[in-house]
């Protein structure tokens, strides 16, 4: 037989087969089955496990909900009244991602009462959300949370003020409060250059917002800053509520040209010097003062002479500069050393020293022989040149001898001496 056949054969026997029922063998099983399971719950325990078992996927999909939208953490944050807070709660008990939550929420409460200096990176700032601050802040996700301070960029100026070169993430304090009370120094227009004295009598710190920097302005400390960045500064509290403006003007310019060329005017030595500023121009030459765009001042004696310029704009900012100017020869009125008393050119047939002719100054000129020391000649007018003659004896003196002449001046001009003196030859 085959084994289809067989398998046919046996199936067919196993399909007509009944057993016989037996009433004892039913409840032997019966008391086997009541043993090993027990007996079924109520209607009511079945609802509440059902009920249980609803609120526990409900609460679960809630944290895990929570958990990705968790609120975005402004480092900037007005509240009432800062108090320092701890961070960790010993009469409760929270799960591990709701203790990370609050714990970063106590952190940026934290008032700032000390400033410390750090290297500011924007990258390793926090992201504003509440569970990545926490994990910025704290090293240790499982030990007690301890009371923080926020740190600022900031590094140190002089007399210990501070630059802060970014305030991304700083704390601000709310001022709403009946006791708050913020007091800003007033402070006026300046110049480039000029020191500022900022006192900061409050209980919190100020910055002052420069064109190029942010500096902050401690609490109780007066500091001094020189402003050297023209532009507009901000004087401000640290939540911007209170703040005043003010302004660093740019200096003038301050530069000028000498023409070293010698010139007489009205018979005084005189150089021209010209500014390149059209304001206001102050001169100061060897303690002389001069005003005005372009200068001519008189130089009588040879030497050096420091030549200073101070230009002032109409904000009342000022500039100075120097320069050196050499002066080779004493002036002494233009005076020539010889005359031909028997030339047909009238000009050159007498001897006046030629500034005497161009001034407008009283003066005595005499001549004198070197041989008896005689006076020979005197005149107080410039219309009365000395013609050669010697008024003792009425007669020309001898050519080619050497007389001497003296000028004293009543009213010589500041910085000019009184007297002059030299030599005059009479020639054929």
């Not at 200073?308 to 004493?330: A, F, P, R, V, W």
């Amino acid at each position: 037989m085959s084994n289809d056949l067989m398998d046919k054969h046996f199936k067919k026997l196993f399909k007509q087969h009944e057993m016989p029922y037996s009433e004892k063998a039913w409840k032997e099983q019966k008391t086997r089955l009541d043993q090993t399971m027990p007996a079924s719950p109520s209607l009511l325990t079945k609802y509440m496990i059902g009920a249980a078992i609803i609120a526990s996927v409900i609460l679960a999909g809630t944290f895990l909900f929570n958990k990705e939208k968790a609120p975005v953490v402004k480092m900037e944050i007005e509240q009432e009244k800062v108090t320092p807070k701890k961070t960790t709660n010993p009469n409760s008990e929270r799960t591990g991602s709701e203790h990370h939550m609050d714990s970063s929420k106590n952190k940026i409460d934290q008032p700032v009462d000390n400033i410390t200096e750090s290297t500011y990176n924007e990258n390793k700032l926090p992201a504003n959300n509440l569970s990545d601050l926490s994990e910025y802040n704290k090293e240790d996700g499982n030990k007690e949370e301890e009371e923080t301070q926020l740190h600022m960029p900031i590094s140190p100026l002089k007399n210990d003020v501070v630059n802060n070169e970014s305030h991304q993430g700083e704390q601000t304090i709310d001022n709403n409060n009946d006791d708050y009370s913020i007091t800003l120094p007033e402070i006026e227009a300046l110049c480039q250059g000029e020191e500022l004295e900022i006192k900061n009598e409050n209980t919190e710190d100020l910055i002052l917002y420069a064109p190029n920097k942010e500096i902050i302005i401690p609490k109780k400390t007066t500091v001094q800053l020189q402003l050297d960045t023209p532009g507009e500064y901000i004087l401000s509290t640290k939540n911007g509520k209170e703040r005043k403006r003010f302004t660093v003007h740019h200096l003038p310019d301050a530069h000028f040209y000498i023409n070293h060329d010698i010139k007489f005017e009205k018979g005084l030595p005189i150089r021209e010097i010209t500014s390149d500023f059209n304001g206001e121009n102050t001169w100061v030459i060897n303690d002389r003062k001069f005003y005005g765009k372009q200068i001519k001042p008189t130089f009588f004696k040879k030497g050096d002479y420091t030549i200073q310029l101070t230009t002032t704009d109409y904000n009342g900012c000022s500039s100075s500069t120097i320069q050196k100017l050499h002066i080779e020869e004493d002036y002494n009125l233009m005076a020539v050393n010889s005359f031909i008393p028997n030339d047909i050119d009238p000009r050159n047939r007498t001897f006046m020293p030629f500034a005497l002719t161009q001034r407008d100054v009283d003066f005595n000129l005499i001549i004198i022989d070197p041989k008896t020391g005689q006076i020979i000649f005197e005149s107080s007018d410039a219309n009365n040149p000395w013609t050669g003659i010697n008024k003792e004896t009425g007669k020309q003196v001898p050519a080619g001898e050497v007389y001497l002449w003296k000028v004293h001046i009543q009213n010589p001009m500041p910085g000019e001496p009184s007297e002059y003196s030299g030599q005059i030859i009479p020639i054929q």
